[in-house]
């Protein structure tokens, strides 16, 4: 496996490889784990050349966030990506891709501020900025996101296909512990009591879901599940029915939705989701 670290290093290269095999980027802010190493293993289906980015992108983060903080396991991170065969991993410091301060952002407004973007309404502006960015520098086929980051997966899809990106976007089921808990970088920061009960997000998406597929209007099911959660000591951002590709609420399900939630235990932020058919 090369490590690379220069954008310009890794357009070279994949300038020579693309014309003769199919490239598959997995984007990663690094401290893999079950959900990134299930991507990689789809990748690998398709794909004949693996490129796996780790880099902690700044601009996605708000100015009281754990960015400093988030979880870097390089070591770690390293040994996995070899052990599962991947070309390249591109690794680049902040320098690299933002040598200059950034003028230059990619929106879309009508997704930008639902969902995650209530609380979070500069977020989704760095990740697509970000991705991009890689996309451009890496010049993959197809890259690979995973159904718990869904507004984000449904948001750079929406980038790929209107700013006509030569590449298709695959979306990957979510990886989840025992219990249910969605797998996250975020979960280390969980103490023994919250990890104990986290698992009760995927719990209401599971009971809303059950709710709906008995005839329960979308409005009720909401109100009982965000009363569950919020009894049990988390701090809810939002649970909501919604369009999947659209992310407003639903009035009524007909045939598809997305069911999501957002909450905090502790100092840890928390989102699940799942989609009804």
């Not at 693309?18 to 299930?38: E, W, Y």
């Not at 209530?118 to 990740?127: M, S, T």
């Not at 970000?130 to 996309?135: G, H, I, N, P, R």
């Not at 988390?234 to 407003?248: C, G, H, M, Q, S």
Request: aromatic share 8%.
């Amino acid at each position: 496996m090369k490590v690379i670290k220069d954008p310009v290093k890794i357009q070279a290269i994949v300038d020579r490889i693309r014309p003769v095999k199919k490239i598959g980027l997995i984007p990663t802010m690094g401290a893999l784990h079950k959900g990134h190493i299930s991507l990689i293993e789809s990748a690998k289906k398709e794909a004949e050349f693996i490129i796996v980015s780790i880099f902690v992108n700044p601009i996605q983060f708000g100015p009281k966030e754990d960015y400093k903080n988030y979880p870097r396991k390089p070591g770690e991170d390293n040994k996995i990506l070899e052990d599962l065969g991947v070309d390249i991993l591109f690794s680049p410091f902040v320098i690299d891709l933002y040598p200059n301060p950034q003028t230059t952002f990619i929106h879309i407004p009508s997704l930008e501020k639902l969902l995650c973007g209530k609380v979070r309404n500069w977020h989704f502006k760095g990740v697509l900025t970000v991705v991009a960015k890689l996309f451009n520098i890496t010049k993959p086929h197809f890259s690979y996101f995973g159904q718990k980051d869904y507004q984000q997966a449904l948001m750079i899809r929406r980038m790929t296909n209107e700013l006509n990106f030569d590449l298709k976007i695959r979306l990957s089921p979510t990886i989840r512990e025992d219990d249910g808990l969605a797998v996250s970088s975020r979960n280390i920061y969980l103490s023994n009591e919250e990890r104990k009960r986290a698992n009760l997000l995927y719990l209401s998406l599971k009971e809303a879901e059950a709710s709906l597929r008995k005839g329960e209007d979308p409005i009720s099911t909401i109100e009982k599940q965000k009363l569950l959660i919020e009894k049990n000591g988390f701090i809810l951002n939002y649970f909501e029915i919604v369009d999947p590709e659209t992310l407003k609420p639903l009035d009524e399900v007909k045939d598809r939705a997305l069911i999501a939630v957002s909450a905090k235990t502790g100092k840890t932020m928390l989102i699940d989701n799942l989609i009804y058919e």
